[in-house]
Every structure is written in structure tokens, then in C-alpha cells.
T-cell receptor, first 115, second 112 residues
Framework: QQQVKQSPQSLIVQKGGISIINCAYE??????FPWYQQFPGKGPALLIA?????SEKKEGRFTISFNKSAKQFSLHIMDSQPGDSATYFC??????????????FGSGTQLTVLP | KAGVTQTPRYLIKTRGQQVTLSCSPI?????VSWYQQTPGQGLQFLFE???????NKGNFPGRFSGRQFSNSRSEMNVSTLELGDSALYLC???????????FGPGTRLTVL
């Protein structure tokens, strides 16, 4: 019930291409879905987050698409750059249940953008 | 504004020992959460403290404990270390329950 499944495990794209990472969840109490970016030797950094009352959110080159009925959400990175090469984690938590800070993370996607 | 700081950055211990890790949140942040990151299990929530009170706890044995001080600084303690406790321990702070969490760089614990 608490699991968040993330795919693919690794992704290689060419510079300028679109990177797409998918996540699926089971717990219908989840109502907050952030994406984190992590570089080696660093802690995760929040990229973008979405609540289930919207189906899409865009910030710069990063877009989250959310499908509440399918319990899936995805991250799209447009015009991917070599500097985007990092590990990306999706996560979920329940703001309404008092467990807002208890993030359940996906297993991560190692993105490599070739120059 | 200074970010989340964690000390020490690297630590080597042997089985059976205990260890204390420290986290200083961003100034003004009252919520501190701890996560364990391993290649096998990924990122897993340990616990969260808010105003010196533990609000949530993940599915970890009682050997893992924590506390928060009045200045919001937090410590976590692991007793009777096991090889499987080798991990990157991450601390995250946020202003309150509904705001973004900012992660520190982590403490890399190696248990021999």
C-alpha cells in the first residue's frame, strides 16, 4: 500500500531530447507528489511537485503529468541537457493524514544525457 | 541563508558500536526529518521531529532513535550497529508541515 514504483531504472537520452520517467502508486491517501534530483555526493533537491487537483504542472523545462484514476504520475524533461544527468526520484506523501513529511520514495532513475 | 548541515560527513564504526549523527536545519525551520539511503532499499523514512516532538516514525527497529532540541537541531542515534546499517543518512528540514523539505548532504556511515 505504501509502495511507489518507478521506471525506468536508467535512461540515456541525447542532448535536446525528452526524458520521461514514470511512477505509479497504490495508496489512495497520497495527495502530494514531488520529484527530487540528486547529484553524486549531494542530498536530493526538490524539482517540482504536484497535488492531485491538477493534471499537469510545468516549471521551466520540467513538467509533471498526473493521472489520478490510473494512480500514475510522470516527469518530463524537455530539451534535456548534459547538466541534467543525475538520479531522479519520485515520491509521495499524505498531507491530509498528518504524515506530510513522511515521503515514500520511488527506487530512482539514473538519467544520462549525452552531449 | 545557510542550508541544512550534517555532521560528520563520513563515519566508520564497527559492529556493536553506537553512533550519533547531527543535523542543523535551515534557520527558522522547525521540522526535521531523517531518511536512510541504501542501494538496495533506496530512500526510506526514519522519523520526523517538529518542535522537539516526534510526529511520525518509519518502519525501523528501536535501535534507531532521535531527538530534537529547542533550537531545532536534531540528532539521530543508532545503537548496536549492524553491517546492514551502512548507508547514507539524510536529514531534511522544512518550515512546517506543508512546506518544501530541504535535504542536507548526508552522513555516510560505514559499519565494518
Amino acid at each position: 500500500q505504501q509502495q511507489v514504483k518507478q521506471s525506468p531504472q536508467s535512461l540515456i537520452v541525447q542532448k535536446g531530447g525528452i526524458s520521461i520517467i514514470n511512477c505509479a502508486y497504490e495508496n489512495t491517501a497520497f495527495d502530494y507528489f514531488p520529484w527530487y534530483q540528486q547529484f553524486p555526493g549531494k542530498g536530493p533537491a526538490l524539482l517540482i511537485a504536484i497535488r492531485p487537483d491538477v493534471s499537469e504542472k510545468k516549471e521551466g523545462r520540467f513538467t509533471i503529468s498526473f493521472n489520478k484514476s490510473a494512480k500514475q504520475f510522470s516527469l518530463h524533461i524537455m530539451d534535456s541537457q548534459p547538466g541534467d544527468s543525475a538520479t531522479y526520484f519520485c515520491a509521495a506523501s499524505s498531507l491530509s493524514s498528518g504524515s506530510a513529511r513522511q515521503l515514500t520514495f520511488g527506487s530512482g532513475t539514473q538519467l544520462t544525457v549525452l552531449p | 541563508k545557510a542550508g541544512v548541515t550534517q555532521t560528520p560527513r563520513y563515519l566508520i564504526k564497527t559492529r556493536g558500536q553506537q553512533v550519533t549523527l547531527s543535523c542543523s536545519p535551515i534557520s527558522g525551520h522547525r521540522s526535521v526529518s531523517w531518511y536512510q539511503q541504501t542501494p538496495g532499499q533506496g530512500l526510506q523514512f526514519l522519523f520526523e521531529y517538529f518542535s522537539e516532538t516526534q510526529r511520525n516514525k518509519g518502519n525501523f527497529p528501536g535501535r534507531f532513535s532521535g531527538r530534537q532540541f529547542s533550537n531545532s537541531r536534531s540528532e539521530m542515534n543508532v545503537s548496536t550497529l549492524e553491517l546492514g546499517d551502512s548507508a547514507l543518512y539524510l536529514c531534511a528540514s522544512s518550515l512546517d508541515t506543508y512546506n518544501e523539505q530541504f535535504f542536507g548532504p548526508g552522513t555516510r556511515l560505514t559499519v565494518l
